[in-house]
């Protein structure tokens, strides 16, 4: 088996030096929500692991490696262990929690921050599509979320254990939120929320004013600033213009989002006026294996329950010691204009 390097936090989250049995580090976790029929994808662990063999477990899970983010570490183990190969913006990051526990007789200590990641689609991968790491993974299944919950609280020994009423639990409470939406509350909402707008009306004669080079050039500047504000921006705008007549609900949703020009309402505090499963559906025909008969992979674009501090300034996955390290790398600080 192929040693495996990651970095090693205290309590509080802080990296330390040391690589010893019981230090705090860092690990991702990867659910698959399938939205037409509300079911989460779990494997069954493979009987060579070291903790919790033979038993249902996450989608896919696994140490950020040293140096590398957390989206890339989510991205990575869901291909080396299912074999499916996803972009950045179907991983919806949910939560942190520690995770602490102590297992195999005091042999196995696990004391992690789990990054927890949620990729929603909108029909189940078939079976046969999946292409297994054998070390790892035995067989996958899919399970409705509800009774997941329910085999986790009664801790049924098939399954690995969690605390559902603790932060684990944060999963359900997402997921439930969104597959309970009563439509017509939710378009009240929106309504109340529009009225607190006054609409205005705006005329200019850009033509008269504005040389044909010109008037191209403006029409670029709405892209530019919406994908300023978030790297998936212009994808929202797009499906949500595209979807605006298909009922009452979506046509507010897009009254709103124009207004905005993000998914999160600026008189709220920044509140998400949208989840992600009001985002665009996007097909992925070669994300798995191929199989007779399946298109490919639909997904929602993902976006993230907070408005991004950098907006689309930065990687989306960046944090501060990844931007203090790249200020130092002495072929780009000499390319920087602070002014």
């Known amino acids: 088996m192929a040693e495996e390097h990651f970095d090693v936090l205290t309590k509080f989250g802080e990296k330390t030096e040391v690589h010893r049995d019981g230090d705090y580090h860092r690990a991702v976790i990867v659910w698959i929500f399938v939205e037409s029929t509300q079911e989460l994808l779990l494997q069954l662990r493979s009987d060579d692991k070291d903790s919790w063999p033979g038993r249902w477990d996450i989608s896919s899970a696994g140490h950020i490696s040293a140096g590398d983010s957390s989206l890339m570490s989510a991205q990575r183990e869901l291909e080396e262990e299912l074999g499916i190969k996803l972009p950045k913006d179907a991983f919806e990051m949910l939560f942190v929690f520690l995770q602490e526990c102590v297992i195999n007789d005091g042999k196995f200590i696990n004391n992690e921050f789990d990054d927890v990641y949620l990729?929603?689609?909108l029909h189940p991968i078939p079976l046969e599509a999946f292409t297994l790491q054998v070390k790892e993974v035995s067989a996958v299944k899919y399970i409705p979320y509800e009774v997941y919950r329910?085999?986790?609280a009664k801790k049924d020994p098939a399954y690995v254990p969690y605390d559902v009423d603790g932060d684990?639990?944060?999963l359900f409470h997402i997921i439930s939120q969104r597959c309970q939406v009563n439509t017509e509350s939710r378009s009240l909402s929106l309504q109340k929320q529009l009225q607190r707008y006054s609409p205005v009306t705006l005329e200019a004669n850009l033509t008269e004013e504005l040389s044909e080079a010109?008037?191209?050039?403006?029409?670029?500047?709405d892209d530019i600033c919406h994908e300023q504000l978030w790297h998936s921006n212009p994808a929202l705008?797009?499906?949500l213009k595209e979807h605006a007549n298909a009922s009452e609900l979506d046509k507010l949703k897009w009254k709103y989002f124009l207004i905005?020009?993000?998914?999160?309402s600026s008189l709220d505090e920044n509140e998400p006026l949208l989840t992600t499963a009001d985002s665009a559906v996007k097909l992925l025909p070669e994300a798995t294996k191929p199989f007779a008969g399946w298109k490919g992979l639909e997904y929602r674009a993902a976006f993230p329950l907070t408005k991004p501090p950098g907006a689309n300034f930065y990687p989306p996955d960046m944090d501060k010691m990844e931007f203090t390290s790249w200020l130092r790398c002495s072929?780009?600080?000499s390319t920087i204009d602070y002014h």
């Open 119 to 121: 990729v929603t689609i």
């Open 150 to 152: 329910n085999l986790l």
């Open 168 to 170: 684990f639990g944060k």
């Open 214 to 221: 010109d008037q191209k050039t403006l029409g670029l500047i």
């Open 237 to 239: 705008r797009d499906w």
């Open 260 to 264: 905005n020009k993000i998914p999160w």
């Open 331 to 333: 072929d780009v600080s």
